[in-house]
């Protein structure tokens, strides 16, 4: 092939990030992982604190689900403020999901919490409206202020159905994610409030869901995607998603985050180029819109939970994806 420039190298950022670039990780399995009697060793073998290893590979903020009444108790308020005060006390900065559910939101199910399922939607704003407030005041009831709170998770046809299912009843969608908007704001007026999308290389499901949102006076401050390529389509998806980040900048003026990555733990060599590539494209965006990358459980390995994205191999240490987050 000769000495020609690898093509399929990550550019270079043209800018150094910012201080305040996130580098994130979710990591709402740690507590259950370690009760588990899981651990973590850093690159060297050594067992070590999760968080500790995270920082030591530059990641600088942390996410973590809140469900409102799961079944076993993990990503409860209680368990979300526990590992919220743990990664205040380690000097991270700290992003709350709120699911809205008693268990997984995502684009395939929005399941209302069991003690919701008989409102309507004026009651469904006034549950999101007090549960929101109250995770928020256990949190600032412990010193900890959540620089980024998300409303709904991968909201991609709206969150609590059948009431607030956006290709139903648009209006609702807004109004739900309004009253989760104000509650936020009540506690806590620095906190940015993001609204939530997966396949951020998708532009006509963003427009379609922030077109909306806008047209029913919803407010919002972030934009937030979720990626998920793998080793053969990152670089082409990657390219749709600039296009996208691009486009929500110049549509709606606001700030745009991956919220989720991730890529499967055995293309590690690849996740580390896609990582290094979608944190240099998010940050090229004008005005410092692009506010950072998270890396979805990256700590999950030996298929904890059958999940096969994480970034840690199966002795319970990084992988090289996670050298990404070394890029200053």
Not at 95 to 120: E, I, N, R, V
Request: with cysteine; aromatic share 10%; glycine share 10%.
């Amino acid at each position: 092939m000769g000495c020609g420039k690898d093509i399929t190298a990550p550019a270079t950022p043209d800018t150094l990030l910012a201080a305040t670039y996130a580098k994130g990780a979710d990591v709402s399995w740690v507590s259950q992982m370690e009760v588990g009697s899981i651990k973590f060793y850093n690159s060297a073998g050594t067992e070590q604190d999760l968080f500790q290893i995270l920082k030591d590979k530059g990641i600088n903020s942390i996410r973590l689900r809140a469900w409102v009444n799961p079944a076993d108790g993990w990503s409860n308020t209680g368990d979300v403020v526990a590992k919220a005060l743990r990664a205040k006390n380690a000097g991270f900065r700290i992003l709350l999901d709120l699911h809205y559910s008693d268990t997984w939101a995502d684009p395939g199910q929005q399941a209302k919490p069991a003690a919701w399922a008989g409102q309507d939607i004026n009651a469904l704003k006034a549950s999101v409206s007090s549960y929101t407030i109250g995770v928020m005041t256990a949190l600032k009831d412990k010193g900890i202020t959540p620089e980024w709170v998300q409303v709904g998770n991968e909201t991609n046809n709206g969150m609590l159905w059948e009431e607030g299912k956006a290709s139903v009843n648009m209006k609702n969608f807004a109004d739900l994610v309004q009253a989760g908007y104000a509650a936020v704001k009540s506690v806590s007026p620095t906190s940015k409030v993001i609204v939530h999308v997966s396949n951020g290389y998708d532009n006509a499901l963003f427009r379609f869901i922030f077109d909306g949102l806008k047209a029913n006076g919803a407010n919002w401050d972030v934009i937030g995607m979720s990626l998920y390529p793998t080793a053969a389509n990152w670089q082409s998806l990657n390219d749709q998603c600039l296009t996208n980040m691009n486009d929500m900048v110049t549509r709606y003026g606001k700030e745009v985050m991956l919220a989720e990555v991730g890529m499967p733990v055995a293309e590690a060599a690849a996740a580390k180029s896609f990582i290094t590539d979608i944190i240099t494209k998010n940050n090229s965006l004008p005005n410092g819109k692009g506010l950072g990358v998270f890396y979805w459980e990256p700590e999950a390995y030996n298929g904890w939970q059958g999940y096969q994205l994480g970034a840690f191999d199966a002795s319970g240490k990084p992988t090289i994806a996670m050298d990404a987050f070394l890029i200053k």
